[in-house]
């Protein structure tokens, strides 16, 4: 074919492909725009990285997209690193995994992944190596890995990867050169060869280094290229060359003769006069060309336009917009479109597999003998759908258009149960209706005018299940009803008068299943019914109580769908049930129906998208709106398995058909990475191998990771493990973040696995290890520095203590050494008086009366009255006789005027005389202090008045005694080791008392002192 298809080209001036007709499929586009953080809606270039990003270049910053969200990357002024322009032209991932950016004005960006931001290649004037132009309109890589840059308006420019700068290629080097240095497309062909697609220079290629062989416009050569403005250039998987033109049209290149084809669309006003801006090759085979204004239309190798794609008005599906920047056929096929103005386009290949009818809220479907395909509406009635795909409405006049329950019986009668309107027979011959309706006041009438269900058994019993009115058995012979009802006390009877589902199993057994009871067994024989509802108790009792759909496979396992439940299989050895729901890989646990196909999978319709289910393996795969289904949700029991082999759904939004070994799966394992980390909402910079370190306090810890599988990006699903904190897997459904908070220290290793739309799971997924700090005081070093530190204080609390009860035992010694002192003294100035004055007396008194006898008597009494005095006074100073004779007022007032009369000083007196102190305890200790006090005055004061006070305030004595000496400074108060002060302090505070001595404004010392009239304890 390639050659033939090269041999015509010689010698037509146009290339016409004919057009075929085209398939009626639907193209269905999913958008990604400004609404969905897209940072403009004119996208120029489209590239996925080798990880699975998506990147696009827009009119307004570079965006990256990981399925769920767009990260944007503009121009930060200030910001080393930002990328240098918003307005890109063209993207490409080399073949070491760097991602090259050309921008408008911006120069060369080249992507750090490790960094997650841009080096810039910018022009400098004044080197002639740097990159020839800040506008790069092109960029490709050749097979020996060098990298081409195309520019806008100064050539072609080579990339010296050790010296990274630029050799420059213009047009006016001369000899053999570029015709026009405004670059727009690159193409390194699998022979090794570069194409250069010029603005104004046509089409050329790179014979050998710095030499061009140039294709231009000739107007009288019709086998020129036809236009010289190339803006696109592809190789096919067949080796031809494509080149797309600004006004010539697409351009098919003869290799071997040098001449061009035009390849006219004949849907065009003009055929020929088109842009073309973007050419790509699909899985197929077929190449999608994407025009200027005209939209996109699909060719193959044959010359056939296969299909025609524009916007239509009215239709959200439908291509965005018709003006074309950019397409691109991703690693699993899937075709992504940038427009001006209408974002990015989406297409899956695979939903083609999937042909959708819009018919109003199907809730019934069936194939008659005729092969005619019967379709229940709710609210629309009747319709009959050929072989041909012609859809009829039905003109039978029915009881009413609420359609739920379809089925032909062995005699051709149509039978239709509707919702409110009773049973309908359509008479196969005569398209006579008969209506039957529930009648009160005749038992033998339909049981309820809602009938959910239609069954006629191997009997030609035909059955049907009605909305409260229990189990229905039509009476051919006789025209009338039998109901079979629940009776909640007999357990032979329905568990439920709602009945959904009718079914017979290969054994001719009858099953029944309610909505408000579960499931049934009917016994032919006796009439009596065995109920299964689900048992909180038993753990493999049927999972749910309301039964929508009952089936039996070709292997006769019986498998019962349930509204909230899943899937059920019956073990009717043992009656017990296995449970199949979401979390074992269903699309949703509302079941509505089942099929079986060819192969042996059940196609098992849910709440939220059809699942293939392996009924031998449990394996899953999933279908939704995104696959190509009219919607996600289905309606009971509308479906049918078609003769040609095709199966039918119905639901809210129509029908589906297709046949079930075309339905493409993709079953590559998708990527799994994770896209951002934020520690306390903030996001950081993580490297490809760099483990993630927490200091002690960052508290929140976010992972955010996607499925890079585009197919349908919201189904994707997820499962965590924080290794360290956890021992299961986390499953999250389709949710793609995870926030851990207050993470103890230690380290871990985050890990995330991912499944595609259809449940295909990349086990190994993505990993992060993750360190968190222990705070400053769990860290070894504070641990030795708080050893040290408590080891130095234990020493100095031990060695100020031993140094305090060192001084404490010195004061304790000079104490003792004191009262030794005093105690000595007193004993010497005792013996000394006893000896010196009352020895003396007596001994004189001994040798007077010796000498002289009697006679001396009166002498002698005189002196034993002196040697009584000197032994009184002896006694009054170790112990005063005033106190035992005077009250406390009057025993002060002798003291005071004892000092005086001995020392000289003035006493100015105001004290209460007729004070009594009734405890002897703080009589004397009032009177010693008294005492001491004015021993210091005469000592150390050198004072020549002094005033005391003694008197009864409240519950207290005040003693106070001012004297007019040389004081004591207030520093000194608290750091004296004068034993009097120390004394009378000691004696106040044992008394519960309080002494307070200070200093005079004018000189000299107070002292006051305050003490309880009683002790705590006394009445």
């Known amino acids: 074919m390639i050659n033939s298809l090269r ?45 699975g990003y998506m990147w696009f270049g827009t009119f307004s910053g570079l965006g990256r997209y990981d399925g769920r969200e767009v990260r944007t990357y503009k121009p930060e002024p200030g910001v080393p690193g930002s990328i240098s322009s918003p307005v890109i032209f063209d993207l490409h991932e080399d073949s070491k995994g760097r991602l090259w950016v050309g921008t408008d004005g911006g120069g060369l960006n080249l992507y750090n992944r490790d960094s997650d931001d841009f ?65 727009r497309s690159l193409l390194c062909d699998s022979e090794g060869r570069l194409w250069v697609g010029t603005q104004g220079g046509g ?33 096919d998987s067949a080796g031809h060359l494509w080149i797309g033109t600004e006004g010539g049209g697409l351009n098919l290149f003869n290799r071997g003769a040098g001449t061009f084809g035009v390849v006219a669309n004949p849907e065009l006003e003009d055929p020929l006069h088109y842009s073309v801006r973007s050419i790509r ?76 009818r819009e018919i109003e809220n199907v809730r019934a479907l069936y194939e008659d003998s005729e092969k005619r395909i019967w379709i229940g509406s709710d609210g629309g009635g009747l319709y009959s759908l050929s072989e041909k795909g012609v859809i009829e409405k039905n003109r039978a006049l029915l009881s009413n258009d609420q359609v739920y329950a379809l089925l032909e019986d062995s005699a051709g009668n149509l039978w239709v149960g509707t919702d409110g309107g009773g049973l309908n027979r359509i008479d196969g011959e005569t398209g006579e209706v008969d209506t039957f309706l529930y009648e009160p006041d005749n038992p033998d009438s339909l049981g309820s005018n809602t009938v959910w269900s239609l069954l006629e058994d191997s009997t030609r019993t035909l059955w049907i299940g009605t909305e409260g009115g229990g189990l229905n058995a039509w009476n051919t012979r006789t025209g009338s009803f039998s109901r079979y009802i629940s009776i909640p006390e007999e357990n032979s009877t329905l568990n439920g008068n709602s009945i959904r589902c009718i079914y017979e199993d290969k054994d001719r057994v009858l099953w029944v299943g309610t909505w408000d009871g579960g499931l049934n067994r009917y016994n032919r024989e006796s009439g009596t019914f065995v109920r299964y509802s689900r048992d909180p108790l038993r753990a493999l009792s049927l999972s749910d109580s309301s039964v929508n759909t009952i089936f039996e496979d070709s292997k006769r396992r019986l498998w019962i769908g349930t509204a909230a439940g899943g899937l059920n299989l019956m073990n009717r050895e043992d009656e017990t049930f296995t449970h199949y729901t979401g979390n074992e890989g269903l699309a949703g646990d509302n079941i509505f129906s089942i099929l079986e196909d060819g192969d042996g999978y059940l196609w098992i319709s849910t709440d939220r998208g059809l699942t293939r289910f392996n009924p031998d393996t449990g394996d899953t795969l999933n279908f939704g ?101 956890q021992k299961e897997w986390t499953s999250l459904e389709n949710q793609n973040s995870m926030v851990y908070n207050n993470l103890p220290p230690g380290d871990y290793i985050f890990r995330v696995k991912g499944a595609d739309n259809n449940g295909i799971w990349n086990d190994e997924g993505a990993s992060l290890p993750v360190t968190v700090l222990p705070p400053w005081w769990k860290t070894p070093l504070f641990f030795i520095i708080l050893l040290a530190s408590v080891a130095l204080a234990v020493y100095l609390i031990v060695r100020s203590r031993l140094n305090r009860l060192e001084e404490k035992n010195r004061e304790l010694r000079e104490y003792s050494i004191h009262i030794q002192d005093v105690r000595e003294e007193e004993r010497t100035w005792v013996a000394r008086e006893v000896h010196d004055q009352l020895g003396q007396t007596l001994s004189a008194l001994k040798m007077e009366i010796y000498r002289n006898g009697s006679e001396q008597r009166d002498s002698m009494l005189g002196l034993v009255n002196m040697s009584l005095e000197s032994v009184k006074d002896l006694s009054t100073r170790l112990r005063p006789k005033v106190l035992d004779n005077l009250c406390t007022g009057e025993a002060v007032s002798w003291l005071v005027r004892d000092f005086s009369s001995h020392t000289g000083i003035t006493i100015n007196r105001d004290i209460e005389e007729r004070m009594v102190v009734e405890n002897e305890e703080i009589k004397t200790a009032l009177f010693r202090i008294c005492q001491e006090v004015l021993t210091n005055v005469i000592r150390h004061s050198g004072a020549d008045s002094v005033n005391v006070y003694l008197a009864v305030r409240g519950e207290s004595a005040i003693l106070k005694i001012a004297d007019n000496g040389c004081g004591i400074a207030e520093e000194a108060l608290e750091k004296t080791r004068s034993f009097g002060i120390r004394g009378i302090k000691e004696r106040c505070r044992y008394l519960n008392g309080q002494c307070r001595i200070s200093v005079n404004e004018k000189g000299g010392t107070t002292v006051r002192v305050s003490i309880p009239m009683k002790r705590k304890g006394e009445n």
């Not at 960029?139 to 420059?168: P, Q, V």
């Not at 439908?318 to 990015?344: A, C």
């Open 7 to 51: 041999y015509c080209l010689i010698l037509p001036v146009l290339f016409l492909f004919s057009v075929s007709t085209a398939a009626a499929e639907n193209y269905r586009f999913y958008k990604l725009t400004l609404e969905n953080g897209l940072s403009s809606n004119s996208v120029y270039r489209i590239e996925q990285d080798s990880t």
């Open 119 to 183: 080096t810039l290649f910018s022009h400098d004037a004044g080197d002639r190596t740097s990159v020839s132009s800040n506008n790069v309109y092109a960029i490709c890589e050749d097979s020996s890995g060098r990298l081409w840059f195309g520019t806008g308006g100064a050539g072609l420019n080579l990339f010296n990867e050790e010296e990274r700068n630029f050799r420059i290629f213009r047009a006016s080097d001369g000899g053999q050169t570029l015709d026009s240095d405004v670059i």
């Open 203 to 235: 089409l050329a290629f790179m014979e050998e280094e710095g030499r061009f062989v140039n294709f231009r416009h000739d107007k009288s050569d019709s086998l020129s290229i036809s236009s010289d403005n190339v803006r696109t250039i592809l190789e």
């Open 281 to 356: 090759e699909d899985r197929d085979g077929h190449l999608w060309i994407g025009t200027e204004g005209q939209g996109i239309f699909i060719i193959d190798r044959e010359g056939n336009i296969l299909s025609s794609i524009r916007h239509e008005k009215g239709n959200s599906d439908s291509l965005s917009k018709d003006k074309i920047r950019h397409i691109f056929i991703d690693r699993n096929g899937l075709v992504w479109i940038g427009t001006r103005d209408g974002g990015v386009n989406r297409f899956n290949p695979r939903t083609i597999g999937f042909t959708n």
């Open 625 to 725: 709106e995104s696959d190509g289904l009219p919607g996600n949700e289905f309606s009971i029991n509308a479906s049918v398995f078609l003769h040609s082999g095709e199966m039918v759904f119905g639901g809210p939004r129509g029908i589906n058909r297709f046949f079930p070994r075309k339905v493409e799966v993709n079953r590559s394992i998708p990527p799994v990475v994770i896209t951002d980390v934020q520690v306390m909402n903030e996001s950081l910079t993580i490297g490809s191998e760099k483990p993630l370190v927490l200091p002690h306090g960052d508290s929140i810890l976010a992972f955010h990771f996607a499925v890079l599988d585009f197919a349908a990006p919201e189904r994707n699903r997820y499962a965590v493990l924080m290794e360290g904190l």
